[in-house]
Antibody, heavy 119, light 110 residues
Framework: EVQLVESGGGVVRPGGSLRLSCAASGFTFDDYGMSWVRQAPGKGLEWVSGINWNGGSTGYADSVKGRFTISRDNAKNSLYLQMNSLRAEDTALYHC????????????WGQGTLVTVSS | QSALTQPASVSGSPGQSITISCTGTSSDVGSYNLVSWYQQHPGKAPKLMIYEVSKRPSGVSNRFSGSKSGNTASLTISGLQAEDEADYYCCSYAGSSLYVFGTGTKVTVL
């Protein structure tokens, strides 16, 4: 069974940093791209960042470019999101998801880890 | 990177058909046949319903279908059922390893 389990969320002050992790299992991790997608409370989905199978290509939403860094460790079947200079508007549930790059589909999704940016 | 535009809400009676539109630009929806649709029930992770504009993953009911014309993609749910009540989001590849989601549509079964 494919599983994606996020961790690392929490409460952080504006301007602070946080590192999210996603542990993948049940599939050959380095065969797939991966993405982070967030959902602010009561709001819609927002694609945040993506990375290809070997980490050689990454992409970021304009809203996080220059502040967030996506990375992966294929030996550990893990995906990461380093979040710096956090703002109140970054408060959201952050989902890790597998990406089929040739099909543009995102599936499955983890249950998410909650990030709250508040003073 | 602007969000794709979806109607905020769509409703229908059981057994009816509804269509949700998803309007983007020539840089995303109009350029790639890589539009997908996701269903999200409250408190749950999104579930893939359609990919590559009109393909259905195994296990998804054939009551769900997708199409695209120009910069607008559409999701049609036929034979509406109570369990279809949920939020629906479209998503398009936008080039250069970027993706963009729609604003989301709340489907209500009357």
């Amino acid at each position: 069974e494919v599983q994606l389990v996020e961790s690392g969320g929490g409460v952080v002050r504006p301007g602070g940093s946080l590192r999210l992790s996603c542990a993948a299992s049940g599939f050959t991790f380095d065969d797939y791209g991966m993405s982070w997608v967030r959902q602010a409370p009561g709001k819609g989905l927002e694609w945040v960042s993506g990375i290809n199978w070997n980490g050689g290509s990454t992409g970021y939403a304009d809203s996080v470019k220059g502040r967030f860094t996506i990375s992966r460790d294929n030996a550990k079947n893990s995906l990461y999101l380093q979040m710096n200079s956090l703002r109140a508007e970054d408060t959201a549930l952050y989902h890790c998801a597998r990406v089929y790059s040739n099909s543009g589909l995102i599936d499955p999704w983890g249950q998410g880890t909650l990030v709250t940016v508040s003073s | 990177q602007s969000a794709l535009t979806q109607p905020a809400s769509v409703s229908g009676s059981p057994g009816q058909s509804i269509t949700i539109s998803c309007t983007g630009t020539s840089s995303d929806v109009g350029s790639y046949n890589l539009v997908s649709w996701y269903q999200q029930h409250p408190g749950k992770a999104p579930k893939l319903m359609i990919y590559e504009v009109s393909k259905r993953p195994s296990g998804v009911s054939n009551r769900f279908s997708g199409s695209k014309s120009g910069n607008t993609a559409s999701l049609t749910i036929s034979g509406l059922q109570a369990e279809d009540e949920a939020d629906y989001y479209c998503c398009s590849y936008a080039g250069s390893s970027l993706y963009v989601f729609g604003t989301g549509t709340k489907v209500t079964v009357l």
